[in-house]
T-cell receptor, first 109, second 115 residues
């Protein structure tokens, strides 16, 4: 069945550090790939997406590239800020959307 | 646009009680979804609807019921609350799911505790 494996947290980084959150998936067909972010006390918001192989999604300094050959969609940011502290979910969409367990990121000044 | 709204924000139930979680969207989306998020876990799909009058089970439907009488509203019903239903519940909506590129828009969530 469809599944997603996401890097376990929590992750704690200093401000301006480089961030990588790994995500790999198995899915039938050709899924679209999404990263959602959940800030404290809020619902999920779309961070970025990619809909075909080699597409790069980007938003707010975050990037992720759709790697079909490795079925991966790793999230990266070159320089994190305190305001990036949140939980990040990798979510492929084959038929319905399915979610990873989430990675909690804390950025300290 | 208010987007996706959910009520209540918080609720405590006793075992065996029933309640309805309300969800409304004003984006004229055909598709609506209910998820639950357990601590430290990702979201699990409970039920979804592809349009008024049409609903279908997701991954974890047991103990829940839904209805979709209008495009805007998609209430989730718990008939006999159990401690295992303690969770945060999110409602979401999207345009036609036939296009996998369409994102889902989420409400702020309802935190439910069953004691």
């Amino acid at each position: 069945g469809d599944s997603v494996t996401q890097m376990e947290g929590p992750v704690t980084l200093s401000e301006e550090a480089f961030l990588t959150i790994n995500c790999t998936y198995t899915a039938t067909g050709y899924p679209s790939l999404f990263w959602y972010v959940q800030y404290p006390g809020e619902g999920l918001q779309l961070l970025l997406k990619a809909t075909k192989a080699d597409d790069k999604g980007s938003n707010k300094g975050f990037e992720a590239t759709y790697r079909k050959e490795t079925t991966s969609f790793h999230l990266e940011k070159g320089s994190v800020q305190v305001s990036d502290s949140a939980v990040y979910f990798c979510a492929p969409r084959a038929n319905n959307l399915f979610f990873g367990t989430g990675t909690r990121l804390t950025v300290i000044p | 646009n208010a987007g996706v709204t959910q009520t209540p924000k918080f609720r405590i139930l006793k075992i065996g009680q029933s309640m309805t979680l309300q969800c409304t969207q004003d984006m004229n989306h055909n598709y609506m979804y209910w998820y639950r998020q357990d601590p430290g876990m990702g979201l699990k799909l409970i039920y979804y609807s592809v349009g008024a009058g049409i609903t279908d089970k997701g991954e974890v439907p047991n103990g829940y019921n839904v209805s979709r009488s209008t495009t805007e509203d998609f209430p989730l019903r718990l008939e006999l609350a159990a401690p295992s239903q303690t969770s945060v519940y999110f409602c979401a909506s999207s345009l036609a799911t036939g296009d996998l590129r369409n994102e889902q828009f989420f409400g702020p969530g309802t935190r439910l505790t069953v004691l």
